[in-house]
């Protein structure tokens, strides 16, 4: 947990309109009163084990970022003075479809994603998506949240990822990914394809990965007609757990 | 496992002599024979449900990769017959320094970092690995040999890293590292820097990762002290377990 992520109920009434949440006209941003009694508490009672007086990275949930003064501490609760006073890191230019992972590694790779600037993600069906990951309890909606969560607390980043579920291929491809990839670059990461996936591009992209084994060659026509070219990654096969980050760190530079 | 890996063990008295995996001077390698009674045969048997007379990808354990045709099937063994012809693809021209993972991500990284190609790992101490991590029973020998033998079958490559243990820090980078390191770009992955990770390049590499918090200030002294220059990957706080990949595929391109 590299950022306490703060949402806006942590505050204390009145202190914090989630309409608003910065006063945009005053040039130092006013305090904010925030009280943690869940495992944020615990983390910072237990691993930053900080007293009164010490300041920890906080963010709010889709806000900027700053710093949070212990002002008190309780048993079961802390209480934080905030200055929130910078922007995120950018999230990348990328809507990424992934074939549904197993979910083993379905929350690793959640938490990856997001901890890499992914915003926007489909989780799509494929031909090798078994039937049971669709199943998973961790594809519901507060799970997936929880994932985004340490993947945001990780990366010190607080902007939410909005991720779908799409649990049939061919509709999505042919009805929804045209709108949804307008104007992108598109890109499917394929192994059997002469194409090297290129480097630090700077064009809105939109990407799809394979389940462990890969698209169907059915898959790869279908995202071809929609105008994706194949991309590769070279002659190692890669989970998709390493794949992920080696392809998002090729398409984009460390900004 | 998208490659069953054969060690010399496997094959038939006469059929494979380990010190000259195949006869050089035959244009067709001569087939060999392999008779496999492990997890490989569970796998042959129950993922590829594999019969007599289909074809597998195969490759000896520091050899080439080619084909093995069932030509035998029992009820706790299968004999291939194995041909081997190309080689394995090229590592990476790099040294990894790596502060030693705590024990549950040790075996991901072990296997993540093979997959990628890495050769030559050092596993070492810093001032933030705990010293637990040192007693986990995941650094015996025959454990990292198995971690090594997932991530060598998962990217169809045979040569298996070599890994070191060095649990003393100053004593390995003042003596043993400029040796090592020597006309090699030494980089180290540092967040507090401006420069950063370079990208695609064909060099002979040392790159030292820090542990999860990173390299204390001291210890990137010593380390720039040896020749080690400091790059980042952006203002995102990953993972070692997301940093590699990600290091390793801007660092070298997709041969």
Known sequence: MNLILLSPTDFAP?????????????????????????RRFQHIAE????QVGDTMKVGLINGDIGDGEVIERGERHITLKVSLHRSPPPGLPLTLLL????????????????????KKLYLINAYRVEKSYWQ??????????????LGLEQAVDTAMPQIELRKRFKPF??????????DSLKLVAHPVTTSACPIDIQQQTTLAVGPEGGFI?????????????????GPRILRVETALPVLLSRLFPAS
Chains 1, 2 share one sequence.
């Open 136 to 149: 998973s309890p961790w594809l519901a909606e507060d799970k997936l949240r929880e994932q985004c969560l």
């Open 99 to 118: 074939a549904l992972p197993r979910p083993k590694m379905l929350k690793r790779t959640i938490q990856h994603a997001t901890a890499l600037g992914v």
């Open 47 to 50: 691993v930053h084990r900080a």
């Open 173 to 182: 491809v042919e009805d929804e990914l045209p709108e949804l990839a307008r």
């Open 14 to 38: 009145g202190s914090l309109s989630s309409n608003s949440p910065l006063p945009s006209n005053t040039p130092e941003p006013a305090p904010i009163i925030a009280r943690l009694e869940d």
């Open 217 to 233: 060659p059915y898959e790869v026509e279908k995202l071809q007609e929609a105008g994706f070219e194949s991309v590769h990654l």
